[in-house]
Structure formats: structure tokens, C-alpha cells
């Protein structure tokens, strides 16, 4: 691991060189040269908005932490790579800083812009716009008396990473903290911890690849929610190899990889979590006496022999065609058996010796973004094997077609294109697709963007027909999303003003060619595609050549995020979709048809907070067989997540659940409909947008909110009618009633721009208690919650504020769900708000939580009683006493599982989840199926057994009997 990658100087005049014939330095490791390294850095940003510092061999010592901004890359180079060497006992390193989230010293610290004096560093943090920034073949060394030292801080997006790295923490407190993206061929040595995590910025799952732990004093990986694939790692001498830090969930998947002298392998949190999902495959022990151990409930699987083969363990929620509902499973299969090294051999490539790189602008090629390139370029691949791209925008109006050998380098898709002229006019008109890049067989493509615009309608970005041979890394499909203004490195908006069409007017959403199609197969990481022009951001069809893909991102797309169609024996390694309001509401994260042998280990599937509308499955598959998603994750900070998981066309298999350690389409069961039981329940009316926010009153009759369209519909208790209450010019998040039966109506009322009260602009501010969900930082910040009822003329009347404690209420009002994925639950569920509504009846109050603005259902109690509401970012449900003034007290988890609604109802406790489940003294005794998933429900009628429910296709209305479920 510790070979340099580049083993010679890298030409490139758009590059900045950190060397004495520019900088005020040595690299005798004697000088420090901490502040021209950061001069350095900063000055790839001040001339060219984003870019490359070359370092080459030697030692450089640094006192103080470098800021890397966004997309700026240190690359080192020589026969040895450079090492950066921190001060013994440099200033600060070995005391807390406590005014930090980790509490740590970072030598590299990954921001998201240049750090100026006066900057607040913490806010400026990589973030999920942080897009493109790495550091590659260096080594580090954390020197002595550091004890606080952390080698890099990553909480960057896409396209960045760590790779080709040693990093020697010894008395320092880790080499990483806080993981991003990806990261390749990474040594740590000694040290308290290998890297200390929490949540990947964007929340996406962490990819990496060929690694080694060695001599940690606590753990090799200290971590929270951070989604971790690991591949091939090898670990040695170290306490545990993963700890999971107490009260958080962790999605882990570990595969080829070796542990020697390792007490612990594995140390969990939370076992019953929904989200808690371990999947450990062909991994070899060597004197480790624990395999899992789980703090929470103290449970150990404990290894009996001295070398041990671990072939599979699964732990989390199983799924498959054959058992579509949920099942909690931990099973491990393991044997005795010698370590196969081999397991640790890497599959990826390697780039060929720097002096034999051909310099394209060296040899007739501009780059200058308006030049044609294109007939040079042509000429190159006819003449040369390893062609080297500086950086720069080659702008080319034709297929560049590789040799079966070619060979590109690039070392920043950023900065360095390759740009299809839009209407260039091979790629016009209307028929089959036409590649812009077509490769041959054995071809490396390596560091380039790829760009095909947005008028170039029979466009395929990259047409990929390589063998096994054939390897793709660090690809970014540029077109709409992740573009970075040229010469500033400012995030270009890809949306018009109102976010809800294209910036240019002139490019055509969902026209072009996906944007990668594979016809062969090989090795394929660090790809990127967020382009509403194209149909899809990757198509593999018409291959049983094996491919893999390492760490893959997928966004934007209008219709499909993968397809694949005719693919046999693919493994996809951390996946993530996401898709945007404008164009992706209707957009299908995975399509797969006629597929066999496929897996998709780490499966992230996200829609943005602007997203309004439900979709129904997040992955379709069409006569395929043997497909496994491994640790499947599907959330969203809004409550339009994709309604299920996955649907099997053929079989009419329905897999709903939205979390799961393992989903299997094992393709033999036949098809599948479901006939109705009568004792199941039955759809009263359909033909809503998506109802929601089902409440009974005292009468037993239900009503419902759909927000969509901004009404409230009631049914009646006794007939079933149903009738509309009332229609709102604002949006309606939930409804309840006061002591007297009357409703209460929680909506949201959003400023109009330049609105002014008393003369003076009216603003928003964001409450406290805001800031532990992504929800109030990314949603409308004009936004505000806004309590009503009706007065007799069924007309808004607005509801006072009291000051809490004021009175003592004889009714509580709370939200039902929470989505705080700043994994505060608990603690909010204490917050203490000043004030409250209160209702027409004097005795009902409302506090002021900003988590009213988001729940789609209340929770109502009194003083005294206990209250109920989900956990949405863990699936769990809480339970809470009200005190004497309205407050919620002695918060704790009852049930591990929940997606929006509980009710208390006879001493019985119910949960949506993928069915309705009824919890009785902490068990499950019984379990509704409902044809469409539920979202919210409640016990009315007249005589107070009937179930409502409000589901994605409709309301459902069932008879139930509460008190059989006495013991």
C-alpha cells in the first residue's frame, strides 16, 4: 500500500505546483511550510475556482491545520509519495477543542469554500454540495504529543475521496473523521481509533475499498448512521473492529476481508432497531473471541474456533417474494478454516507509469472549451495507448471511439471535460442512440467529466462494451446537477427561480440517451449522473460479462435512475438515488428485467424535501431471478417516501417494508393475487392525492386530511358518508378537536416575498427546536405553522397563544410523528416551548413545537396521562407522560418499529408500519394487512370499533375487536 501511484511529474499548466521554484519552502521535513501549503490551496480557487495542487516526493512539515475547499485536489508524485509530517507537540493538537463537533484537531479539513480569518470553520464544513475534492498518493504522519490530532476530516458529496494513503496517527486520536463518498488503498497505523464517523453529509452510504487497520487502542472504526460498505479490508491488533457508537443505528456490509487478533469484531447498538441491518459475507478470522456483541440488550455471538470462516451472517429485517412481509432475522453461517489471502486481492487497476502518459496538449489538442478537438483527438487514439488529459474543456462534435487498449487519464472531472457541442449535428434528429465516448474492450477511463448537454437528442454520454479487464473510476456525467461555475467554483443552479424547470428554457428535460449504457461488463467506481436531459443515468442491457460497481450516484433523473434489461452476474456496491421535485417525482430508482445473479449490496433510495407527491415502488423487476438488495434503506425527510420497497411484476409480489438487512427475488413463485379476506379491511373511497392526518372525534366519526389538496374530508361513524369539510387557500399538515368536539386545524402559512407588517418586512424565524432536523434547515424557511378552527359559519378562526403554565389544560395536543434526523428525538420531546395555542374551549392547548409543521397526524393526551408518537428517522414508537402544565416527560422506546401513526386504544397500542400492528404489553399480538400501505388510522363508529385508515390509494374502514386481545 504504501507504492506511489504516480510515480513521476504530472504536466499540467492550469495546476498549481507546491515546490520551491513557487513557494517559500523545503521538503526536508525541518522547515514548516503550513502556511505556503495553504496558500497554495487557496490559490487554485483565487485563479481557477477549482483545480489541482501537485506535490511532489519529499517531507513537508506542517503546524496547523490546511483547509481544502471544494473541488480542490492534493495530488502527490515521485518514486515515494510526499509525506506531510505534523509537529511534535504542535499548538492545540493535544487539547480538546471543544467548540467542535468531533472535539478533534484536523490536519486536512475538507470546506466547502476558501477559510478567510474570522471564519466559522464548523459552518463551513464539507457539506452535501461539497462536490469533487480529494487527496491522493500522499502519506501522513501525526507526529508525538498530539493527542487530540486527526489526520483528515471528510464530509464532503460526490466525486471525493481519500485514496493511495498511509496515514501513521500514533498518539493521535484517529485518521478520519466524519467519512464521504469513497475511499481507496487507505493504511492507518496506531491511534485510538481508525476513523471515527457520524452520518455521510448528504446521508448517503460510504464506499471503501482495499484497506488496512492495524494497532488501534480502541477500535479500528468508531461510528453512527454512516451506511459503511466495506471491501476487502485487513485488520490487525486492534480491541473491536467496528463499534457503533450507543443510541444510534448502523447499516454495515463487510465482505473479502481478514481479521487477525481482533477481540471483538463487531460491537452494535440498538439490536431490535429497524435500522439496524449487519450483513457480514466470506470473511476470515484469527484469535478473534467475539463476532457481535450488542450493547443495548447485552446479547453476544461468541466464535469457538481459533481460525474461522465467516460465509454469511445477516441481522436486521429479511424479505423476499416467497415471504414478502417482514422477518427479523440473525443468522450466522461460519466454520473452521485457514485464511485465504486471496480474498484481499484487488480488482482495481492500476495506471500505467507516468512517462509513458502522452500529454494531449502536447500533441495538438486546445481544450479551451470553444476549439474543436475532435479530429485531433481521433488522431491520438489511432497513434497512442496512455493518453493523458491536463486539465481543461475539450469540446469535440462527434463519437471518439476507443482502441480495445486505450487508456484516459484525467485527474479531475471537474475541471477537466470532455463537452459534446450542443445540436451537434450527428447527435440530432430522431432514431437510435449514438455513443459520444464508445469504449473498446480493455480500456481504462480515469478522472474525466463527460458532458453531452442538453440538445443533443440522440446522445448516450458513454457507450461501455469492455471486458472484465475494463475499469471506469472517478466519472462524473455532467448535465444539470453538480456543475461548478468555471473560474469562481461557485455551485451553479441547475433551476430556474422558482425551482421548477430547467435554468436554460432551451434544453429539453428527458430527450436524450441514458447517460451510461453497458453492453459489457468490468469494473466500474466513483461514477456520478444527476442529468434531467437523459432517460436514465446508467443502462446495462444484453451482458453476462461480470461487472461490479463501487460507489454510485444516481439523482435527477425524470424516468429512470438504473435499468437494466438482460444482465446476468452484477454486484453494485453503495447505490444512491435521489430524486428532486421538478423533475423526478414520476422517476424510478431501479428497473430491472429478464436478470439474473444480480446484487445490490448498500441500497440508498432518497427524495428530497420538495418533493409533494407520492410514488409507488422504489425498485420494479420483471422476470428476474435470484436478485438480492443487501441493507436496502428508503427515507425521506418529507412524508411522501416512496411508498414501497419493491414490486415483482410477474409473481404480483408486493415488498413494502422500507428498511431491511435483505430483500431476495428468487423468481420461482408464481403469480400472485392476493383475495381479499372478509375480515380484512375494505376500501371505502379512493381518488385522493394522498390522504393522511386520520383522527376520530368523540362521536366516532373520522376525519382526514389530504394536504395535496389542501382539504378535510369527514366520514361518519354511523353510514360510512363522506363529506367535505373544508378547503384552505394553505396548506394542512393535521387535524384534532378540543374538549367540546370542535376541530383544531394545523396547517402552515408561507410569507409572500417583500410582504411587510406595520411597514416592516415580515419574517420567519426559525425556533430552537428546529435545528435537530434537516427538515427546518432545507424546508421553506418562510414557512410557518399556523393553528385554526371553524367558526360556526365554517370560516377560519385563528387560535390564541397562551404562555405555558398558565393554565393547567384538561387536553394536550402533540404531533404524532417526527422526522428528526439530528437523532434528537428524545431530547425534543422535552423541549419546553414558551407557549401554546389554545382552543375555543379554554382547556385544550397546542405547544409550540416547529415538529407541527412537518406531522402528518396529532397525538392527543392530558395531564397525567401518558402520550404517544413515532420516531419517523428510526421507526420507533415513544411514550411520554404529560405533566401538570402540558409537558412531555420521561420519554422512552416501546416499540421498535412505526412510519407515521400510534393510537393507545384500551390499553392496546397500534402502529403503521408496512401493516397496522397491535402491541400488547409490549408484544405483538396482531397484524392488519391493508391492500395499499396505511399511512395514518384511528379507532371510531358509534360504537367505538371500527378501524379508519387512511392509506396511499384510498380510506379503508375494518370491524375490531380490541378487548379479544385480553390475556
Known amino acids: 500500500m504504501k507504492t506511489s501511484f504516480y510515480t513521476g511529474k504530472i504536466e499540467d499548466e492550469s495546476a498549481i505546483y507546491f515546490d520551491a521554484d513557487h513557494f517559500n519552502i523545503s521538503n526536508d521535513g525541518i522547515v514548516d511550510v503550513s502556511d505556503e501549503l495553504q496558500k497554495a490551496v487557496n490559490m487554485v480557487v483565487e485563479e481557477y475556482g477549482y483545480g489541482i495542487v501537485f ?71 464539507a457539506n452535501p454540495g461539497t462536490f469533487y475534492s480529494a487527496m491522493s498518493n500522499v502519506n501522513i504522519n501525526l507526529g508525538r504529543e498530539n493527542d487530540y490530532a486527526v489526520a483528515f476530516r471528510t464530509h464532503y458529496a460526490q466525486h471525493a475521496f481519500l485514496a493511495h494513503i498511509t496515514i501513521n496517527v500514533n498518539s493521535g486520536m484517529a485518521g478520519i473523521y466524519d467519512v464521504g463518498n469513497e475511499m481507496e488503498d487507505i493504511e492507518i497505523v496506531g491511534g485510538n481509533y481508525g476513523i471515527i464517523t457520524t452520518k455521510c453529509s448528504p446521508g448517503w452510504p460510504f464506499v471503501m475499498v482495499d484497506t488496512k487497520f492495524e494497532n488501534q487502542k480502541k477500535a479500528a472504526i468508531f461510528t453512527r448512521e454512516a451506511g459503511l460498505t466495506i471491501v476487502r479490508t485487513d485488520v490487525k491488533n486492534v480491541p473491536q473492529f467496528v463499534e457503533v457508537q450507543d443510541g444510534f443505528f448502523e447499516k454495515l456490509y ?53 481460525c474461522a470462516h465467516i460465509n454469511e451472517y445477516i441481522h436486521g429485517i429479511t424479505a423476499s417474494d416467497e415471504y414478502p412481509e417482514k422477518q427479523i432475522k440473525d443468522i450466522l453461517y461460519i466454520g473452521e478454516k485457514q485464511i485465504d489471502y486471496n480474498v484481499l486481492y484487488t480488482d482495481l487497476k492500476t495506471l500505467p507509469e507516468v512517462k509513458q502518459w502522452i500529454n494531449v496538449k502536447k500533441n495538438g489538442l486546445i481544450g479551451d472549451g470553444v476549439t474543436d478537438d475532435t479530429k485531433v483527438l481521433k488522431e491520438l487514439i489511432e497513434k497512442y495507448t496512455y493518453l493523458y488529459f491536463p486539465q481543461g474543456e475539450y469540446l469535440l462534435t462527434d463519437t471518439i471511439k476507443l ?225 438480492s438488495f443487501i441493507n436496502a434503506h428508503n427515507f ?87 363529506t367535505e369539510i373544508f378547503e384552505s387557500p394553505y396548506k394542512i399538515n393535521s387535524v384534532g378537536f378540543d374538549t367540546n368536539d370542535r376541530i383544531i386545524i394545523v396547517g402552515e402559512y408561507v410569507i409572500p416575498k417583500n410582504a411587510t407588517v406595520d411597514g416592516k418586512k415580515q419574517e420567519n424565524i426559525l425556533p430552537s427546536d428546529s435545528y435537530g432536523t434537516s427538515y427546518g434547515f432545507w424546508y421553506n424557511r418562510d414557512a410557518y405553522t399556523i393553528v385554526f378552527t371553524l367558526d360556526n359559519n365554517g370560516e377560519m378562526q385563528p387560535l390564541d397563544m397562551v404562555e405555558m403554565g398558565k393554565i393547567e389544560p384538561d387536553r394536550v395536543i402533540y404531533p404524532g410523528n417526527r422526522w428528526r434526523d439530528g437523532s434528537d428525538y428524545k431530547e425534543v420531546l422535552g423541549y419546553k416551548p414558551e407557549k401554546a395555542w389554545i382552543a375555543t374551549d379554554g382547556k385544550t392547548i397546542i405547544p409550540n413545537h416547529y415538529d407541527l409543521i412537518r406531522s402528518n397526524n396529532l397525538s392527543i393526551s392530558s395531564c397525567g396521562k401518558k402520550m404517544y408518537s413515532v420516531d419517523e428517522m428510526y421507526k420507533r414508537v415513544f411514550e411520554c407522560t404529560v405533566d401538570k402544565n402540558g409537558y412531555l416527560i420521561n420519554p422512552n422506546v416501546i416499540i421498535e418499529e412505526g412510519d407515521y401513526c400510534v393510537r393507545n386504544i384500551k390499553d392496546n397500542i397500534l402502529v403503521g408500519d408496512d401493516d397496522i400492528k397491535i402491541y400488547k404489553n409490549g408484544k405483538i399480538v396482531k397484524s392488519i394487512h391493508v391492500a395499499s400501505r396505511p399511512s395514518t388510522f384511528d379507532i371510531g363508529g358509534t360504537n367505538k370499533d371500527t378501524l379508519f385508515i387512511t392509506a396511499r390509494d384510498g380510506i379503508y374502514v375494518a370491524k375490531i375487536d380490541l378487548e379479544e386481545n385480553d390475556e
Request: hydrophobic share 35%.
Open 636 to 722: 425521506s425527510q418529507m412524508k411522501y417516501t416512496i411508498d414501497n420497497y419493491l414490486l415483482d411484476v410477474n409473481s404480483n409480489v408486493e415488498i413494502r417494508t422500507w428498511q431491511a438487512t435483505k430483500i431476495d427475488i428468487k423468481g420461482n413463485v408464481g403469480r400472485n393475487i392476493r383475495i381479499t379476506k372478509t375480515n380484512e379491511p375494505q376500501k371505502l373511497y379512493s381518488g385522493f392525492r394522498f390522504p393522511d392526518g386520520g383522527i376520530c372525534n368523540q362521536k366516532g366519526d373520522f376525519y382526514f386530511v389530504d394536504s395535496l389538496d389542501k382539504k378535510i374530508y369527514c366520514v361518519d361513524g354511523k353510514d360510512y358518508k363522506l
Open 403 to 627: 482502441k480495445d487498449d486505450t487508456v484516459i487519464i484525467g485527474l479531475n472531472p471537474v475541471s477537466t471535460k470532455f463537452i459534446l457541442k450542443d445540436n451537434a449535428e450527428r447527435f440530432t434528429g430522431y432514431g437510435k442512440g449514438i455513443a459520444f465516448i464508445e469504449s473498446g474492450k480493455s480500456n481504462i477511463l480515469f478522472g474525466i467529466g463527460i458532458e453531452t448537454g442538453g440538445k443533443n437528442p440522440r446522445a448516450i454520454g458513454l457507450k461501455w462494451n469492455g471486458d472484465i479487464d475494463s475499469y471506469i473510476n472517478d466519472v462524473k456525467m455532467f448535465g444539470g446537477h453538480g456543475n461548478l461555475v468555471k473560474g469562481t467554483g461557485a455551485f451553479e443552479m441547475p433551476y430556474n427561480s422558482t425551482r421548477t424547470a430547467d435554468s436554460n428554457p432551451e434544453r429539453m428535460w428527458d430527450y436524450q440517451y441514458p447517460s451510461i449504457v453497458v453492453n459489457g461488463g468490468g469494473v466500474i467506481k466513483d461514477v456520478w449522473s444527476a442529468s434531467p436531459y437523459v432517460t436514465a443515468g446508467i443502462t446495462i442491457e444484453n451482458t453476462d460479462t461480470p461487472g461490479k460497481i463501487y460507489c454510485m450516484s444516481l439523482e435527477h433523473h425524470c424516468r429512470h435512475e438504473l435499468l437494466m434489461n438482460n444482465v446476468k452476474n452484477w454486484t453494485i456496491y453503495g447505490i444512491q438515488t435521489e430524486e428532486e421535485v421538478a423533475e423526478g417525482e414520476f422517476a424510478r430508482p431501479i428497473e430491472l428485467h429478464n436478470c439474473e445473479d444480480i446484487t445490490f449490496a448498500m441500497t440508498y433510495h432518497f427524495r428530497t424535501i420538495f418533493v409533494n407527491k407520492p410514488y409507488d415502488y422504489c425498485v420494479k423487476t420483471f422476470d428476474c431471478k435470484n436478485i
Open 254 to 306: 463487510v465482505e473479502d476481508s481478514i481479521f487477525k487478533n481482533v477481540d471483538k469484531l463487531l460491537n452494535i447498538a440498538l439490536e431490535n432497531n429497524s435500522l439496524t441491518s449487519i450483513y457480514v459475507k466470506n470473511c476470515y478470522l484469527e484469535k478473534c473471541n467475539v463476532i457481535v456483541s450488542y450493547k443495548d440488550t447485552e446479547n453476544t455471538i461468541d466464535n469457538k474456533y481459533d
Open 55 to 125: 506535490v511532489p516526493e519529499g517531507k513537508y512539515l506542517l503546524s496547523k491545520t490546511i483547509y481544502i475547499p471544494k473541488a480542490v485536489r492534493i495530488i502527490g508524485y515521485g518514486e515515494k509519495r510526499p509525506e506531510f509530517i505534523l509537529k511534535d507537540n504542535a499548538l492545540n493538537f493535544n487539547i480538546s477543542k471543544e467548540d467542535d463537533k468531533g472535539h478533534f484537531r484536523y490536519l486536512f479539513w475538507f470546506v466547502d469554500r476558501v477559510v478567510t480569518e474570522g471564519t466559522n470553520v464548523n459552518a463551513n464544513d
